[in-house]
């Protein structure tokens, strides 16, 4: 029997099940016409339809065509449908191949944009680079199908809008123009679990589009093999799409192949190919080019995990075989997909397993349609739990982002090793581990864990713990640990992986178990795992009569740290009693940034009565600049303080005096500004200043500014005004610019002190703001001015390290190094008499 082009489409239905058309080849038309149908199948996607040689050439499409000529849209192309399914819509009922609801999204004729006639259409499709010119209702002028560098096999194409007049600029979605009542029925046939019959619906109306709040993520900078990381959760936001897999229990690795060579590498880029050979065997006969993300687990033959295996590499016990289970594709045959989302990536990954068939490599899968049903497996399964990923999320290399969650059955977290209690009854080796975690103070104690080791686990343990025994407990005097007398601490060198029910109040393991060692992660990685709490887009707070209402708090504020507004306003919740003393009666300038870091922000200083809530406090102050009068903000409780956040303003910039006493600071400063030194060198610029102020009897206190430098402060409490503090502090900056000649200037213009660190003593005078400690900045990371103690202010210190998530962790966990700045006000007349 000769074979039809459409012998697939035939096979793959059962036309007593579904009402698509069977359909055959239609006879050749001189009006083309194409079709692009929306699919709420197992994954929502569209269907873009051509019409060539009498059948409808197809291709799946993600994300749904765009107008917008920077989308470059992946499009998988799929078997050839016949000419009569332009014009279905309807559902395909479950247990049918490509389940859903069909509708049509848009249609019309369509001609090659080069030559004629379909001649011109099939050469361009058998090379791989498709133009035409569609006349549709919404999708109207060029577009380009273009087949993936050097994928003849793998059918994967990316569809592009020209720039011509039908193009646009801004952000372009095709659910933006779908109707409510098409996306609901999708969802809730998807949701149904009674198989469907087959029904066909009218074609419906011209939809109305509505508006949505969208935001796109953008992929964070870093190396490829770099892997993302996911984030403990709990659960996942019901307002985005989400897919799920099993969470696999083995060493994460990166593949890079270039055709010639295998690296197999671990998470943190250390190379894994004589661990683990028969793995980099697999890729040995494959040709391609190709960036791969999985994970490698030892596996018995009823596929259960043993993840203590793995530790010594290979050869494995008898029983055992590695298994290589991918479950992302960074880049294939020079392109690098990771700006796609995952949905698409799988897709293209799919094929790629598909095609390098191997007994040790598997694709990891998504499983199932929500997490209820995801976690029902994963329990009935035996898993750890479930991998939680948002559809349209990009690859962020070297990055943790809350669009990849893990959702545990059981809590774990790894802990670092520093000692062990001696072996009691008939126990050999030892009694228990005592367990540490980092934070910013150093290693925090964490509890012991005694269960869980089998004999040979005890003796290999004991025999490591034997050669890295020291004298000194790593933490401070006052940590009180279990069983303290019988300790044996040792180096920080292991880490344990622990099963546990919970944290206590001293942050604790409780009913800890030990699983496993590890050997994948770096000492400095192991922190305390908190999962993360997901935001409501709109809420209020009540504080009395004070109700503060905060808005688009899942808008994106830091984009490449995946930090939103949300985020940035429950920091300012947890640092304001530490903030708001530094803030009492200062009038604030607010730098608002509404659209997050990398757009346009504006300064505010004059607050309209009439736009603000009636509790706000604002007073009316002249301004020297203009000579006009300012309402300035008072930002003297809580509720102001978020309020403020709400508004856009990422930074709190509080003038050094109060509204009541304007001309008489409550701080002298001096601000170190590197204009490019190198940091080490701003450090010993901030030793010299603090020696020569302790000489004199003045106490300062040292703060990052959040941005590039430090601030030095000292406390004056309104004793003088402006014109002394200023005084003061330039007699200081000159003593420290005569030390350091080389490497600081005093000069006020730019031009003038190019490549030397300024001294700047200018900050103090009238109506001039200084960023406020604990305060964050609109910089990469989401950084804050953070008080420093002296002892800290030495080589290694970065701008870095103080970071909104670390801030938090920080003042959790060590005494406040600016605790006393209001105990005492500095003499400065007795100091300079001294000087």
Not at 199 to 223: C, I, L
Not at 622 to 642: A, K, R, W
Not at 686 to 713: Q, W
Request: contains cysteine; proline residues 5%.
């Amino acid at each position: 029997m000769d074979m039809t082009p459409l012998d697939d489409y035939h096979k793959k239905r059962d036309f007593a099940q579904t009402s698509e058309p069977k359909g055959t080849v239609a006879p050749k038309r001189k009006e083309l016409r194409f079709v692009v149908q929306r699919h709420h199948a197992s994954r929502l996607h569209y269907d873009f339809r051509l019409e060539m040689d009498g059948v409808l050439k197809s291709w799946a499409v993600p994300k749904g065509p765009s107008l917008n000529p920077a989308d470059k849209r992946l499009a998988m192309m799929v078997e050839d449908h016949p000419y009569s399914y332009r014009t279905f819509e309807g559902e395909i009922p479950k247990g049918n191949y490509g389940y859903g609801t069909v509708t049509i999204f848009d249609e019309g004729s369509y001609t090659p944009l080069e030559g004629e006639g379909e001649k011109e259409l099939l050469d361009g499709l058998k090379r791989g680079n498709l133009k035409v010119v569609l006349h549709g209702k919404r999708l109207r002028g060029e577009f380009a199908l273009v087949k993936l560098k050097n994928g003849k096999e793998e059918n994967a194409w990316l569809l592009i809008k020209h720039k011509d007049k039908y193009a646009v600029e801004e952000h372009y979605d095709a659910e933006d123009h779908v109707s409510e009542a098409v996306k609901k029925r999708g969802k809730e046939f998807r949701k149904s679990k009674k198989s469907a019959t087959p029904t066909a619906t009218k074609r419906r109306n011209k939809e109305v589009p509505e508006n949505r709040d969208t935001e796109e993520d953008k992929p964070a900078d870093g190396s490829i093999v770099a892997p993302m990381l996911a984030t403990l959760s709990e659960q996942v936001p019901d307002d985005t799409a989400w897919f799920f897999e099993k969470k696999l229990d083995g060493f994460r690795a990166i593949t890079e192949l270039n055709g010639k060579q295998v690296k197999l590498l671990s998470r943190n880029q250390v190379s894994f190919n004589k661990k683990f050979p028969s793995i980099a065997h697999i890729f040995e006969d494959v040709s391609q080019e190709a960036v791969i993300d999985g994970e490698i687990v030892a596996e018995d033959s009823r596929g259960k995990s043993n993840f203590q295996l793995l530790q010594h590499g290979e050869p494995l016990p008898g029983k055992y075989r590695l298994k290589y289970y991918v479950f992302d594709l960074l880049a294939l045959d020079g392109n690098d997909l990771r700006d796609f989302p995952v949905v698409e990536r799988k897709e293209l990954l799919k094929l790629f397993v598909k095609k390098w068939k191997h007994p040790q490599l598997q694709l990891v899968d998504f499983v199932g349609d929500d997490l209820p049903t995801a976690l029902a497996k994963a329990k009935k399964e035996g898993w750890e739990g479930v991998m939680a990923k948002e559809a349209e999320s990009r690859y962020l290399s070297g990055r943790r982002s809350s669009l990849w969650r893990k959702i545990k059955l059981q809590q774990s977290q790894e802990a670092i090793i520093v000692g062990y209690t001696g072996p009691e009854g008939g126990r050999k080796a030892f009694g228990a581990l005592v367990l540490a975690v980092y934070s910013d103070s150093g290693l925090v104690y964490a509890g012991n864990v005694g269960t869980g080791f089998n004999d040979q686990q005890l003796q290999q343990l004991g025999d490591e713990l034997q050669k890295l025994k020291v004298s000194d407990k790593p933490f401070d005097k006052t940590v009180k640990v279990a069983n303290q007398n019988k300790v044996v601490w040792v180096k920080p060198k292991l880490i344990a992986e622990i099963v546990f029910s919970e944290w206590t109040r001293e942050g604790h393991f409780r009913h800890p178990v030990f699983k496993a060692l590890r050997d994948d992660k770096k000492i400095e990685e192991i922190k305390r795992i908190e999962p993360i709490r997901d935001m409501v887009n709109e809420r209020e707070l009540k504080f009395g009569r004070k109700v503060v209402k905060l808005t688009n708090q899942k808008k994106l504020y830091w984009p490449e740290d995946q930090i939103r507004k949300g985020d940035l306003i429950a920091y300012y919740e947890q640092v304001g009693e530490l903030m708001l003393p530094f803030l009492k009666d200062k009038p604030i300038s607010m730098n608002r940034y509404p659209n997050g870091i990398h757009e346009q922000s504006f300064f505010q200083k004059d607050l309209e009565r009439s736009s603000i809530p009636g509790w706000l406090k604002t007073v009316e102050l002249s301004s020297e600049s203009t000579g006009g009068t300012v309402n300035y903000l008072i930002c003297n409780d809580l509720p102001t303080l978020l309020w403020i956040a709400n508004m856009g303003s990422i930074e709190i910039n509080p003038w050094l005096a109060p509204y009541k006493k304007k001309l008489n600071p409550t701080f002298a400063v001096l601000d170190l500004d590197p204009n490019g030194v190198d940091f080490s060198e701003v450090i010993a610029v901030a030793r010299t200043a603090k020696e020569i102020l302790d000489a004199v009897n003045i106490k300062s206190y040292v703060k990052t500014s959040g941005s590039t430098g430090l601030h030095i402060y000292i406390h004056v409490g309104g004793k003088y005004d402006f014109e002394i503090a200023r005084d003061f502090i330039q007699m200081v900056a000159e003593l420290v610019h005569e030390q350091h000649e080389d490497i600081t200037s005093l000069e006020r213009s730019p031009s003038k002190r190019k490549n030397k660190l300024y001294l700047d003593y200018m900050q103090n005078k009238r109506a001039q703001t200084v960023v406020a400690p604990y305060s964050v900045r609109p910089k990469p990371g989401a950084t804050v001015s953070c008080p420093l103690a002296w002892s800290e202010v030495e080589d290694g210190l970065t701008i870095g390290q103080f970071t909104m998530s670390t801030v938090l962790d920080r003042i959790a966990t060590i005494e406040d190094p600016w605790a006393d700045i209001f105990d005492q006000t500095a003499n400065l007349k007795k100091a300079i008499q001294a000087f």
